[in-house]
């Protein structure tokens, strides 16, 4: 019984022992030659004016969880779209369940004001 995990663990160590080399090859042949403007913080081409670690507006998180939520949905249409002619009409009509309940719930969200950025 274990001797069929045996290859995951030979693979698990061949790829701990390959990571690991590469870390410690790597740090011992970079050079290492840190000046201030190298360790200076860097923002978009121009200092920062601004601590980075202020917390960010939840408005951004809401706006990125709404972005990867629609994004996800519209993967689906793919999918669906080369199977379209295999599942006939029952395929169609699931697909306009979920159109409809998609449009749903984005007027929900614009009508909340979710999707405005002042």
């Not at 274990?2 to 590469?22: K, M, S």
């Not at 011992?28 to 601590?51: M, V, W």
Request: glycine letters at 8%.
């Amino acid at each position: 019984m274990l001797t069929n995990y045996f290859p995951i663990l030979v693979f698990i160590a061949i790829g701990i022992a390959v990571g690991g080399g590469l870390i410690i090859f790597s740090r011992l042949i970079a050079p290492n030659k840190p000046n201030a403007e190298k360790l200076s913080p860097y923002e978009c081409g121009f200092p920062a004016f601004e601590d980075a670690r202020l917390p960010f507006d939840v408005r951004y998180y809401l706006v990125a969880i709404l972005f990867i939520l629609f994004d996800l949905e519209t993967a689906f249409f793919v999918p669906w779209a080369v199977v379209l002619h295999k599942i006939g009409l029952y395929g169609f009509l699931s697909m306009m369940v979920f159109l409809l309940i998609l449009v749903v719930g984005f007027i929900y969200e614009w009508k909340k004001g979710a999707l405005e950025w002042e």
